[in-house]
């Protein structure tokens, strides 16, 4: 229900707000030194602005509640309530609630947020996991504020044709990166692929069968230290922030090795091997992220599991990268991976967000296969598209000479990409 505002500029708005969020949005606004009006305003056009899905909150018992807000601005909102199916009072719930979270009080010291878990994966093999893993673990750990730089830049000079494949106008793409932060951060790359593409592409030597690995720890065959394993990324655009964990061939067999191991120990839990190991590590790293096999096995449900929603973790924080390509056997392969991540949400009942798809090695050349794919991919009902990348050349000469793409050509357009697909993965 809206009422005209006296000096016409704003409507007064009637709707219910649980009464801890309504005390905890007064404090917060009062500590930033904002009208509450303000505030409202701000979290219901954040809300309404991302694609990610809301974190339910619980609002039984919420009370009344009135702001003014500008024309227009709550018939918006309630449009966008309605197309995803959440009443009006959980929609105000929910953007209250992530404004809070995206303004913390200044008299409290910030608290710890769980490590963030990438895992980029898809069934089919040959369609670039390994080459979006090791260029989006780059842009995080680069030196701060050179990849901001570099991304305005390439966005300003993007043609009408490449907006046009991304489904994104300038002014779009400017606002999802208009406060681009990463770089800086210590980032752990883990190469869990038994091909080893990512190892031998840095010039890092695989563990050989039989030593300690992620293999072993993750099937309680190891009693060293992991950390032991890791090796630096040694160039000065990464600070010393960047570590690979090496592959092993032994990873051909974790599949088997799982199901032993949990047919022969008691309490076994197959899905979170991969947590078991990576979790010491955590305390190190602000990012891990996974270059994952072709698998659709016991490996691939111990790295989604991984990936999952934590408790209290907020939505899109971690998740899976899909990366994919503009033709039919990599949807197929979408489907499979899509329904897998469905059986284990449903079995284990947790949540695995999806924070996007990169469509690789687009060829326009290839004409309709490769534009109508690309419609397709777009009008996905689930992630959203966040990036489009071409089979360009600078990827294939940072591997022959066996450097990261970022500090091989920082300022490619596959590099950028990769620093887009930083920006707006989970978004």
Same mark, same amino acid.
């Given at each position: 229900?809206?009422?005209?505002?006296?000096?016409?500029?704003?409507?007064?708005?009637?709707?219910?707000?649980?009464?801890?969020?309504?005390?905890?949005?007064?404090?917060?606004?009062?500590?930033?030194?904002?009208?509450?009006?303000?505030?409202?305003?701000?979290?219901?056009?954040?809300?309404?602005?991302?694609?990610?899905?809301?974190?339910?909150?619980?609002?039984?018992?919420?009370?009344?509640?009135?702001?003014?807000?500008?024309?227009?601005?709550?018939?918006?909102?309630?449009?966008?309530?309605?197309?995803?199916?959440?009443?009006?009072?959980?929609? =105000?719930? *929910?953007?209250?609630? #992530?404004? $809070?979270?995206?303004?913390?009080?200044?008299?409290? &010291?910030?608290?710890? +947020?769980? @490590?963030?878990?990438?895992?980029?994966?898809?069934?089919?093999?040959?369609?670039?996991?390994?080459?979006?893993?090791?260029?989006?673990?780059?842009?995080?750990?680069?030196?701060?504020?050179?990849?901001?730089?570099?991304?305005?830049?390439?966005?300003?000079? =993007?043609? *009408?044709?490449?907006? #046009?494949? $991304?489904?994104?106008?300038?002014?779009?793409?400017? &606002?999802?990166?208009? +406060?681009? @932060?990463?770089?800086?951060?210590?980032?752990?790359?883990?190469?869990?692929?038994?091909?080893?593409?990512?190892?031998?592409?840095?010039?890092?030597?695989?563990?050989?069968?039989?030593?300690?690995?992620?293999?072993?720890?993750?099937?309680?065959?190891?009693?060293?230290?992991?950390?032991?394993?890791?090796?630096?990324?040694?160039?000065?655009?990464?600070?010393?922030?960047?570590?690979?964990?090496?592959?092993?061939?032994?990873?051909?067999?974790?599949?088997?090795?799982?199901?032993?191991?949990?047919?022969?120990?008691?309490?076994?839990?197959?899905?979170?091997?991969?947590?078991?190991?990576?979790?010491?590590?955590?305390?190190?790293?602000?990012?891990?992220?996974?270059?994952?096999?072709?698998?659709?096995?016991?490996?691939?449900?111990?790295?989604?599991?991984?990936?999952?929603?934590?408790?209290?973790?907020?939505?899109?924080?971690?998740?899976?990268?899909?990366?994919?390509?503009?033709?039919?056997?990599?949807?197929?392969?979408?489907?499979?991976?899509?329904?897998?991540?469905?059986?284990?949400?449903?079995?284990?009942?947790?949540?695995?967000?999806?924070?996007?798809?990169?469509?690789?090695?687009?060829?326009?050349?290839?004409?309709?296969?490769?534009?109508?794919?690309?419609?397709?991919?777009?009008?996905?009902?689930?992630?959203?598209?966040?990036?489009?990348?071409?089979?360009?050349?600078?990827?294939?000469?940072?591997?022959?000479?066996?450097?990261?793409?970022?500090?091989?050509?920082?300022?490619?357009?596959?590099?950028?990409?990769?620093?887009?697909?930083?920006?707006?993965?989970?978004?």
């Amino acid at each position: 229900m809206a009422s005209p505002y006296p000096d016409g500029d704003r409507e007064k708005v009637a709707s219910k707000l649980p009464s801890a969020l309504q005390q905890q949005l007064k404090v917060r606004a009062a500590e930033l030194t904002l009208d509450i009006q303000d505030a409202v305003e701000a979290a219901i056009t954040a809300w309404r602005a991302t694609e990610r899905p809301g974190f339910e909150v619980d609002t039984a018992g919420a009370k009344s509640f009135s702001t003014w807000l500008p024309p227009g601005l709550y018939e918006d909102f309630k449009d966008t309530c309605t197309q995803r199916n959440v009443s009006y009072t959980q929609g =105000l719930a *929910q953007a209250v609630r #992530d404004w $809070l979270d995206d303004h913390p009080s200044p008299t409290q &010291a910030a608290r710890p +947020e769980e @490590t963030r878990r990438i895992v980029v994966c898809n069934q089919k093999g040959g369609v670039g996991k390994t080459t979006i893993a090791a260029g989006t673990a780059e842009a995080h750990a680069e030196t701060p504020g050179t990849g901001a730089k570099y991304l305005h830049q390439f966005i300003a000079d =993007l043609t *009408q044709t490449e907006l #046009d494949r $991304l489904n994104r106008t300038r002014e779009q793409l400017a &606002a999802t990166v208009s +406060e681009y @932060t990463a770089g800086g951060q210590n980032v752990l790359l883990v190469d869990y692929d038994p091909q080893l593409h990512l190892s031998k592409q840095l010039g890092i030597t695989p563990i050989p069968v039989g030593e300690e690995s992620l293999v072993r720890h993750m099937t309680g065959e190891a009693d060293g230290d992991l950390r032991n394993l890791l090796v630096p990324i040694d160039d000065p655009r990464f600070g010393g922030r960047l570590h690979v964990l090496p592959g092993t061939r032994e990873a051909f067999l974790l599949d088997s090795k799982l199901a032993l191991t949990a047919a022969q120990s008691r309490g076994f839990q197959k899905e979170s091997a991969l947590e078991r190991a990576l979790r010491p590590l955590e305390a190190d790293y602000d990012v891990i992220i996974i270059d994952a096999p072709p698998s659709l096995g016991l490996s691939m449900d111990a790295a989604l599991y991984y990936a999952r929603r934590r408790p209290n973790e907020k939505p899109g924080r971690s998740g899976v990268l899909i990366p994919v390509q503009s033709e039919d056997s990599s949807a197929d392969a979408y489907d499979m991976l899509a329904e897998q991540i469905e059986d284990l949400e449903e079995d284990l009942h947790l949540a695995i967000d999806q924070l996007g798809i990169v469509v690789n090695l687009f060829d326009s050349r290839r004409g309709y296969i490769a534009t109508s794919s690309l419609e397709e991919w777009h009008n996905l009902e689930g992630p959203t598209v966040v990036a489009v990348l071409d089979d360009l050349k600078e990827q294939r000469e940072a591997v022959r000479v066996k450097r990261p793409l970022l500090a091989y050509d920082p300022a490619s357009k596959q590099a950028n990409i990769m620093r887009l697909i930083v920006a707006g993965a989970g978004r």
